[in-house]
């Protein structure tokens, strides 16, 4: 594919190893100096989500794919993580991002479980 020009090969991103593969339109983009002003995005992601990636070619702990589990990206980047209601967070996260697992990992757990009386 990239002899035919279908794709460009080289080291695009930085902390990956091996070879790298983008669509030449793609090249562009990666070029655009980063306009969000170096504000981190966050997103809350089931572990069963293909997006998943920890320990496999993104830094970090690989997460079990199971649906209780949750995983914090942080611009894409595991920083921590829900396993069996435990919050785990990651060596290399910000003050910021530990302050935002936080307040997105808050569990709301119903009242434990108590008698209901029916009426006949």
């Excluded at 339109?25 to 100096?33: D, I, N, S, T, Y």
């Excluded at 209780?68 to 910000?94: C, H, Y």
């Excluded at 302050?99 to 029916?118: C, D, G, K, L």
Aim: glycine share 10%; aromatic share 6%; net charge positive.
């Amino acid at each position: 594919m990239e002899d035919r020009g279908e794709v460009r090969g080289g080291r695009f991103a930085d902390g990956f190893s091996g070879e790298q593969f983008a669509l030449p339109e793609a090249l562009g983009l990666m070029r655009q100096p980063d306009n969000t002003g170096n504000k981190p995005t966050f997103i809350l992601i089931s572990a069963c989500d293909p997006l998943n990636l920890g320990g496999l070619i993104t830094p970090g702990p690989k997460t079990p794919s199971l649906s209780s589990n949750r995983i914090l990206l942080e611009n894409g980047l595991p920083v921590a993580r829900m396993i069996a209601e435990e919050l785990q967070k990651f060596e290399r996260i910000s003050t910021r991002a530990s302050r935002e697992a936080s307040r997105r990992f808050q569990m709301v757990r119903p009242w434990p479980h108590s008698s209901v009386m029916r009426r006949n």
